[in-house]
Every structure is written in C-alpha cells, then in structure tokens.
C-alpha cells in the first residue's frame, strides 16, 4: 500500500513537471523560466532546493554521531550562504541579465577564466547531484523491503527527475518545487510532533541531546581546533556562492527585490526547518536505543525511514516518505539543471558562436540527459555517506572560483591575469594537499582559498589595469 501509494506521487510530480513544459518556448525559458518567477516560487525554490537528501537523512544521522559540531558546513554555513547570496550578490548579478555564472566570468574577464571556472562548477555538482540520486536509491529499497536494491532504486530515481526536467527545465524545477516544499513542511511537522510525542515531549528529546553533549557547536579554546571549524564553515559558507543553482534562481526572479529576498528568506528558512529532522533523528534514541544503536554501525542515513517504518501508522510513512521524496526531487532538479545549462552555455556554445536559440535548446536537453548518467554512476559508485558527498562537493570553487567572483563584482582592480593565477594557485593548492597531505589538520581547501586570494592580488599588482570595470557597477 505504501510503495503504491509513492508511486501515485511521483506520477502526479512528472504530470506537474510535464505540465509546466508548455510555458517553454525557447531558451530563455528554459534555463531562468523567462524571468517571471514571483517571491512565493523564488523563496520556495532556493528553500527546497538546499532541503535535500542531505538535510534529512545526512545531516540527522551525522547529529546523533557527533552532535553540532558535526553540522558547521550544513546547516550553518549553507544558510549563511544563501543570505550572503541575497544580501550582497544577488542585486549586483540580477542587474547583468546573464544566463549563467560563467557568462559573468567571460564578460568581467576573458574566455579562458569563463572556461576554466565552468568546468570546476561542473565538476562540483556530481557529489551534490549524486548526494541525491544516492538517496532515492536509498529510499526505495527501504519501501520495498529490499525488494528494490540501492543501484535499482538510483536508476528508478533519475529516471523520474530526468524526465520532468528535461522538458520543462526550471519552469517544471519551480512549479514542482512549489508544490513539494508544501508537502515537505506539512510532512514533516507532522511526523515530527508525532515522534517527539512518542518520546515523551519535546523537553525529553532536547533534555537528553543537551546532556550527551550534541549542542554544543562552537570550537574549544585549541587553535588548530578553531581553524579547522572556521575552515569547515567557509567550504560552504563561501564556496557554495559561485554556484550555477542558486545564481538561476536569483536570475529567474521577476525583478530585484524578489532576487535579494526570496533568497535572503529562503536561507533563513532553510536554517530554522533544518532543526525538525534534527529532533525528529534525535528521538528515535529515546524511542529506539538499539535501532540506533544497531543502524549507527551499519548505516545511520536508514535511521529515520527505519523509525517511521517500524513505529508510525500507515498515515504518517504515507507523509513522511512523500515529503522525503519532496526534499530529494526538489534538490535533484535544480541541481541536475545548474551544470547542464552551464556546458551547454560557457562551454558548447564558445566552441559553436553561430548557435541559435533552438539549437542551444536541444544542447542543454542533451546536456541534461548525459550529466543524469554522469551522476547516476558517482551515486552507485561512491561509498561516501550523503552528507560527506554534499560537504565534499564545494571544495574545488571554494579554491577556485569564489574570489575570481567576488573581486569581479567588487574591486576595479581585479583583472585577467589575477583571475588566472586565483584560479591556478587556489586550485593547484588544493588538490595538491588533497592528494599529498590528505589527513592533514587543516582542510586543503582553506590553503587553497588563501592562495587565490594571493593570486589575485599578485596579478593586481603585476598586470594591467581592467577596462571592463563598467560592467559591475551597480
């Protein structure tokens, strides 16, 4: 009954999905649905899009285990991303009316840097992307039993998100996300209100996360500890801003002010609903103690579909597995279409410059369809946990990318060579200690963010002066 009853819901996600292909007529539409999106879809969109697979399963099993200590990259330093993105970036890039993050870089700088950063974007989406192929994978071999298994369930999975996204590419991924962040909030609530009953009030299940030290979140009086907390923040905080997803989002809002707020908002929310599968993890150790026990050496992401299973009514496994298949789709899509727009803009489009609308058109579905088998294979290949798949994924434009963008917007020094050496030394450092040093005390990709902002300075102070600095003021 309740795999039927999954099953009903994903049929209704591709009918809304294929429904909102009509409004697509060219291009345009495709990749930031014309322009026209209002606050509700735009603060909907950048909330469900970053409540993924990660938030739910990752991030709750990683809360037993280590507590907030273990959530510093997510949550935390992915909401303080999407308000710094509404509250800085947002007004500046909305004003350039580009389709991607990578047209920026070619305008500000050249085509080379255009390339270069478009290829690190890309190349950062297949942990995030494959995070949520992994979880439907994941979800539907639990419905079934293990009548389904993990590879099966990942294939099943984007199949389903391939298709509503490929024909109608972000007016599907909004008006699908729209209707899935109800679903998600109202879920989940409601199966959390009903765990937390079972466990005795919410009293009880903070009462005993309090007293096994799972609140405490700030780094001890020890350097190298603060360093390393400070260096697990920014991965996200800071390299998760030059990113394509949340770049279309601000692009396909109807005017600035809904840019600026609806992503300034939408991380906010995401901040404050992050903490329900957080309590909603955390009673089931006062529900269950030997599941948990059992599943944190096994594999802790099954603790809550395990929980709902094994101790809620139909009723409630019918929400709870609906608003999780919600969370990873709403992800799924919107990250699925980031770096396929991205190829077939900055990359596709700068080896063919007589391409048309139609034909960029077809590109980017093609792109959608070869980047889907890219990530279904990560997601089967990989035996990293979903929330280490999603932490992972922000290192190479946390190195690279981030201070290209940054200095492009705001400083009329920033120039081609200095772009050139962030990216050089800021990825050439980061993925030399990545493979050299890879147990060092401190993440690689901090090194690498210090060395590409040595970069760009060094080409500021050794290179000519920009003449495109008319294309940031705001």
């Known amino acids: 009954m309740l795999i039927w009853f999954v099953v009903i819901y994903l049929a209704v996600s591709i009918g809304i999905g294929l429904y909102a292909a009509t409004r697509v007529h060219n291009a345009r539409d495709y990749i930031v649905a014309g322009r026209n999106l209002p606050f509700p879809i735009v603060l909907a969109m950048v909330f469900a899009t970053w409540f993924g697979a990660e938030t739910v399963l990752g991030i709750s099993a990683t809360f037993i285990d280590e507590g907030f200590r273990g959530l510093i990259s997510d949550p935390l330093g992915a909401s303080i991303c999407l308000m710094l993105f509404g509250l800085i970036f947002a007004k500046r890039l909305y004003r350039l009316n580009l389709l991607t993050l990578g047209d920026f870089f070619r305008v500000r700088f050249n085509r080379k840097v255009e390339v270069a950063l478009s290829t690190a974007i890309i190349i950062s989406y297949l942990g995030w992307v494959g995070a949520q192929m992994a979880a439907l994978g994941l979800v539907f071999n639990v419905l079934s039993d293990g009548g389904i298994s993990l590879t099966q369930g990942t294939l099943i999975g984007a199949g389903v998100v391939l298709l509503y996204t490929l024909f109608g590419g972000m007016w599907s991924v909004a008006m699908t996300t729209f209707v899935q962040m109800i679903v998600i909030v109202l879920g989940l609530l409601y199966v959390t209100w009903l765990a937390g009953d079972m466990a005795g009030g919410f009293s009880a299940v903070v009462g005993k996360a309090a007293a096994d030290g799972k609140l405490n979140f700030l780094p001890s009086a020890d350097l190298l500890d603060i360093v390393s907390w400070i260096a697990a923040l920014l991965t996200m905080a800071l390299g998760s801003i030059p990113q394509q997803d949340v770049f279309q989002r601000v692009n396909a809002s109807k005017n600035e002010w809904v840019a600026v707020w609806g992503t300034t908002l939408g991380g906010a929310s995401y901040f404050l609903f992050a903490a329900v599968p957080l309590f909603l993890a955390y009673s089931a150790t006062l529900i269950d103690p030997a599941l948990v026990t059992r599943l944190m050496a096994e594999d802790s992401q099954l603790i809550l579909p395990q929980l709902i299973i094994q101790y809620m009514p139909i009723g409630a496994q019918i929400i709870f597995f609906g608003a999780l298949l919600s969370v990873i789709m709403s992800t799924a899509s919107g990250t699925l279409l980031a ?77 081609n060579l200095g772009a050139g050496l962030a990216i050089v030394l800021g990825i050439g450092t980061w993925l030399f200690l990545e493979i050299f040093v890879p147990e060092g005390d401190i993440e690689p990709q901090l090194y690498g963010l210090i060395a590409s902002t040595i970069g760009m300075l060094l080409g500021a102070w050794l290179g000519s002066r920009p003449g495109l600095e008319k294309t940031t003021q705001g």
């Open 339 to 415: 770096p396929a727009v991205t190829f077939s803009e900055n990359i596709l489009r700068g080896h063919y410059p007589q391409m048309t609308d139609r034909q960029l058109l077809l590109a980017t579905r093609a792109a959608v369809i070869v980047f889907t088998g890219m990530v279904a294979t990560y997601a089967i290949s990989s035996n990293a946990t979903i929330h280490h798949m999603v932490e992972s994924a922000y290192r190479i434009t946390l190195s690279g990318a981030f201070v290209p963008l940054f200095a492009g917007l705001f400083w009329k020094r920033a120039n």
